[in-house]
């Protein structure tokens, strides 16, 4: 089945900096890339997604970059605030990586 | 729109009790997910269906089963519950794609087996 990698795990920044949490899958079938946050004590939600057939996608202040051929897609946050500290995920269609814990510092 | 609800949001169980996790959704979506958290170990799919009526097993099946009646509900349950399956549990539907297209979740229900 599907295997998603993602790192780091944790990632501290200061307000203001950008972030970037980066995923590798196995299963060059997968088309479908999305990412969530999961806020303390709640279910994920999803924040944006992209499709293999584009590289790149932007809403705002996020932006998410897929390579098809090395297999790996990024998420990349610019201008951090402190609301965008919570947990970030990757998934392949429905298999998850095991997440990344973004902290934003002041 | 409620979307995706579950209960309940605690439960603590001893070993070898049983329970069933209730997960309903208003949104008439065709396609509902179990997974289960692990601290640190990212989402693992237990189960999902595609339809009421048809189910089918996801990367860590082992101790659950599922059914699906209706379009609203998909209810797991735990038989001889057991200190591995501590976890917090999520409910998710999707629609049209299914695995292609956006998962909508639940606030998820909090597990203790002792």
């Known amino acids: 089945g599907e295997n998603v990698e993602q790192h780091p795990s944790t990632l501290s920044v200061q307000e203001g900096d950008s972030a970037v949490i980066k995923c590798t899958y196995s299963?060059?079938?997968?088309?479908?890339f999305p990412w969530y946050k999961q806020e303390l004590g709640k279910g994920p939600q999803l924040i944006i997604d992209?499709?293999?057939?584009?590289g790149e996608k932007k809403d705002q202040r996020i932006a998410v970059t897929l390579n098809k051929t090395a297999k790996h897609f990024s998420l990349h946050i610019t201008e951090t605030q402190p609301e965008d500290s919570a947990v970030y995920f990757c998934?392949?269609?429905?298999?998850f990586g095991t997440g990344t814990r973004l902290q934003v510092t002041l | 729109n409620a979307g995706v609800t579950q209960t309940p949001k605690f439960r603590i169980l001893k070993i070898g009790q049983s329970m069933t996790l209730q997960c309903t959704q208003d949104?008439?979506?065709?396609?509902m997910y179990w997974y289960r958290q692990d601290p640190g170990m990212g989402l693992k799919l237990i189960y999902y269906?595609?339809?009421?009526?048809?189910?089918d097993k996801g990367e860590v099946p082992n101790g659950y089963n599922v059914s699906r009646s209706t379009t609203e509900d998909f209810p797991l349950r735990l038989e001889l519950a057991a200190p591995s399956q501590t976890s917090v549990y999520f409910c998710?539907?999707?629609?049209?794609?299914?695995?292609?297209?956006?998962?909508?979740f639940g606030p998820g229900t909090r597990l203790t087996v002792l």
């Open positions: 998710a539907s999707s629609y049209p794609r299914g695995a292609d297209d956006e998962q909508f």
């Open positions: 299963d060059s079938a997968s088309n479908y």
């Open positions: 992209i499709r293999s057939n584009v």
């Open positions: 998934a392949a269609s429905i298999a």
């Open positions: 949104m008439n979506h065709n396609y």
């Open positions: 269906s595609v339809g009421a009526g048809i189910t």
